[in-house]
């Protein structure tokens, strides 16, 4: 059985050795440049992580590790463009470093790289596994959308903001670990399990990032804490808000959240003592604590060796930390 | 045997039955609004039509034609972006009529979607269709790149021209030609043969709208004659006088090309008098004429009865008059 980290080093390694050096340039250079800045590497790592559940052998994973960490690059792409996003884990958006067409372009060009390394899959199981991509790229557009939306309308209901972070975030991941399940020989019906649990630990993972964006410590945290606050998001925490406050708090929450104020320190802290006065941040993590448990309940219900399901518990819990 | 405009029908009927109806409207309305503006559909009747040359059941080809003609449509919405087309087929492009970010999340989805209707075929057939397609997407891809890079270059050689219109806008058709084969049964062999058809045919279809747009009746075109001369397009009919013409007139014609005069006709007309002293225009006739000879040659290696080939036949010589 292979750690996290050495899973991640092992991904690692097979993509420099899968690095886009071919021609055009001009169409390939940034494809390298977002796929070098790096990140955690989550998706891949716990698609290789799904696949040792049912098989130590995860070489065979390498590729469909690859599909999905280039899917997820294509969409930070085309999200950062949509955003209008200067920075990118502290380096240059591919659309400021080189122009908006490029972004466009090698965007477009690495989703089909994705489905390249998703087609060295085993014939038997490409039905399956095109048909699990299809499904979730189609939920991070569908999800990506209703975040567009959510900005001009005037109300959202946490049900929906919950749907729509499931679309955006949590199907990448819960499809990646199904797809993993599958190549280490899975049952459908135990890639389904693990399906769910991607899925539950995605949305339990987006509102700890919304609990962290408005909470976090700004040293760990790696992001501006209170940004979401600055650009008026509707997280979990402002919906939440809205539905426990009095009718003055409420409207005073929306007119925070209308305006863009020379003092945004002193926007973020009226805010803050909003959710507070209502324990938001504890109904928030009582929320994702419900998603984490369902998550594990998932991981319970697969009939493998408890051994075997050690290092993803862990993993989980390392990204993931419970509150209350 | 289905004849083009049957086939035509019989599409545009699958078409009309698979209309993107779903939520959210924001991201599958434009969807809809550019599959709705027609066009020849080209690529899914001869997909039909190479489905046809093997098995008169060209049903069961019908989600591969309707993916080709996705995918070609997502290319429009993301190219109609980088090139800031207002108009596309006469009607307001989707980056004008609605904006960018919804043209690029759109065109995203519909490529995804493309895939999603391939993988209706058979699962035998699956790998080498995503195989197929793969090329095919990235072969585009690159095509534009190289057509873009070639803007901002002083010196872009013949061969490299065709390697980029071939690219660019024949290994779309080609591929969709070779998926409707092997989905008509064909062997992989005479699948190729009919892929070099339609690579042939299209590169041919490209060198003609090269002659068309500086040549061409301006009430048959249905584009703008000299287009491409006011554009500066580096075009066959350019690079091939930039071959020929004397040290003078090679001079002139980069100068005619670095320019936006007030006066675009008589920019328009000197430049076509250019072409004329070198007889350019029979050049690239001859050119067309031999890409067309060359596919009609791979059709003929076909061992299938020639009654089964008329049609094919009879739609490469409308859709291509042969020069001089």
């Keep these: 059985m292979k750690n996290t980290a050495e899973l991640r080093e092992l991904f690692l390694n097979y993509l420099a050795q899968n690095s886009f050096d071919d021609e055009p340039q001009g169409l390939y250079a940034?494809?390298?440049?977002?796929?070098?800045?790096?990140?955690?590497?989550?998706?891949?790592v716990m698609l290789l992580m799904a696949c040792q559940l049912f098989d130590e052998n995860v070489e065979k994973a390498l590729p469909a590790a690859l599909a999905v960490e280039i899917f997820h690059n294509f969409t930070l792409l085309h999200d950062d463009i949509m955003d209008d996003a200067p920075l990118?884990?502290?380096?240059?958006?591919?659309?400021?470093?080189?122009?908006?067409?490029?972004?466009?372009?090698?965007?477009?060009?690495?989703?089909?790289?994705?489905?390249?390394?998703?087609?060295k899959a085993s014939p038997q199981l490409l039905p399956d596994l095109l048909r699990i991509m299809n499904q979730l790229a189609i939920g991070v557009c569908?999800?990506?959308?209703?975040?567009m939306d959510f900005e001009t309308v005037e109300t959202v209901s946490i049900p929906e903001y919950l749907k729509m972070i499931e679309l955006k975030?949590?199907?990448?991941?819960?499809?990646?670990?199904?797809?993993?399940?599958?190549?280490?020989?899975?049952?459908?019906?135990?890639?389904?399990?693990?399906?769910?649990?991607?899925?539950n630990v995605g949305i339990a993972f987006q509102l700890q990032d919304d609990i962290l964006d408005t909470f976090g410590d700004p040293e760990k945290f790696g992001k501006r804490v209170g940004g979401d606050i600055v650009q008026n998001k509707k997280t979990f925490l402002v919906l939440k808000t809205l539905e426990l406050a009095?009718?003055?708090?409420?409207?005073?929450?929306?007119?925070?959240?209308?305006?863009?104020?020379?003092?945004?320190?002193?926007?973020?802290?009226?805010?803050?003592?909003?959710?507070?006065?209502?324990?938001?941040?504890?109904?928030?993590?009582?929320?994702?604590n419900a998603y984490l448990d369902t998550a594990?309940?998932?991981?319970?219900?697969?009939?493998?060796?408890?051994?075997?399901?050690?290092?993803?518990?862990?993993?989980?819990h390392y990204l993931i930390n419970r509150e209350v």
Tied chains: 1, 2.
Excluded at 88 to 108: C, F, M, P
Aim: proline share 3%.
């Design 246 to 288: 009095t009718a003055e708090d409420r409207q005073n929450l929306h007119q925070l959240l209308q305006t863009a104020p020379a003092d945004e320190a002193a926007k973020i802290e009226q805010v803050r003592t909003l959710f507070k006065k209502y324990k938001i941040r504890q109904q928030a993590g009582k929320k994702m």
């Design 30 to 44: 940034p494809v390298n440049y977002i796929l070098d800045i790096g990140g955690k590497r989550m998706r891949p």
């Design 169 to 199: 975030t949590s199907v990448l991941l819960a499809g990646s670990m199904q797809m993993g399940a599958l190549i280490g020989g899975a049952s459908a019906k135990d890639a389904e399990q693990v399906y769910e649990f991607g899925r």
């Design 88 to 119: 990118r884990r502290g380096k240059t958006t591919v659309h400021e470093k080189y122009d908006t067409n490029t972004a466009i372009l090698s965007g477009d060009v690495m989703m089909i790289h994705a489905y390249q390394y998703l087609a």
């Design 142 to 147: 569908e999800g990506q959308q209703y975040d």
């Design 296 to 316: 594990f309940h998932h991981l319970d219900l697969l009939e493998i060796p408890e051994a075997r399901k050690v290092e993803l518990r862990n993993l989980a």
